[in-house]
């Protein structure tokens, strides 16, 4: 079995991939239809894809991901998104995920949905998920750091008062410059006194002062991106010395114009530095890719091997924000599984192909 075999078949955790923004095309179009929308953008019925955004466009990323938004207009609708992320979920392995979800932008536009209908959806959705897929959710909610108040102490509120229902963090997403960390400090400080984690997308839009603001002002346990904190040494240390995960996205950073190409991700100087890494998707379908995909990508390009791919899993696994036994049993099941599929590369070493077959 080679790597990339190996690599589709070992089980996976996402930490950040959006709700809305893993919608597929086929089911935009069915949302559209069923609410008498006319989709926001031409899509091929035979083969639809989203138009992919226009690097270094950060605006026209955000107008598409509002358009799909848009067409989630119900409880059911919540419910089937959810069902057919835990549906790829389960085709590519991912056991568990906490996935960011922003109500607050399908509150916003009043398209009559509340805030009871927005949680029951998901709720019914990761309950079907957990029951025909066994796989496991739970919620970030995410405050946008461009619309207004009260953006952030509305879903600081839903988030605590959620945390029954499978919240388990509080998350602020959108562009840096137009929404800097300090604003939201008030709503961060009172989500985790009431027992919520903090995780902010930081150093993706903005640079490495935006993610010392999450560390300091938000009390940021994980940062989303975080990979700009390579324009910093003294971040770089203290992110190392801390060990904060960070949440990269590699296709996405590329599809958004952060570097021109994989050849310029600081991924490989970061690992290489030893600090707190993770591999995750974002958006997958608007940036035409998938969690496999991007494990993949990080062996071909960074020639990592599978004792990286391995550490990269088991880290992701070691940061959720899972209660500590319910951790421990993810971590114990996936070293499990993760070390059944090693004794395969003992056996080609013992062969002498591990050269050809595992880099
Ligand atoms: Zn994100």
Known sequence: MDLEER????PKVELHIHLEGAVSPETYMRLCERNRLTPAFPLDPAQP???????????????????????????????LVVYELARDRAAQRVVYSEVTV????????DKGLSPEAIIEGLEEGRRRAREDFGVELRWILDIPRALPEPAATWTADWAI????????????GGSEARGPAERFAAAFTRARAAGLHSV????????PASIWAALHALGAERIGHGVRA????????????RQIPLEVNLTSNIALGLYPTLDHHPFPHLWRMG?????????????????TEEYVKAVRHFGL?????????????????????????????????LAALSEDQTNHVLQGRWEDEYR
């Open 275 to 291: 600090l707190y890494l993770t591999l995750n998707s974002d958006d997958p379908p608007l940036f035409r890719t998938t969690l």
């Open 230 to 241: 390579i324009e910093d040494p003294l971040l770089l240390t203290y992110l190392k010395a």
């Open 161 to 172: 008062a959620w945390q029954e229902r499978g919240v388990v963090a509080l998350g602020l």
């Open 305 to 337: 091997t599978w004792n990286d791919v391995c550490t990269l899993v088991l880290n992701a696994a070691q940061a959720t924000f899972l209660p500590p036994a319910e951790k421990q049993r993810l971590v114990q099941t996936i070293q499990q599984e």
């Open 49 to 79: 894809t989203y138009p992919l955004p226009r690097p270094g466009d950060f605006q026209h990323f955000v107008r598409l991901y509002l358009a799909i938004q848009d067409a989630i207009r119900t409880a059911d609708d919540f419910a």
């Open 200 to 207: 902010p997308h930081a150093g993706e839009t903005g640079g």
């Open 7 to 10: 690599i589709h078949r070992m």
């Open 102 to 109: 922003t109500p607050y932008t399908h509150i916003w536009q």
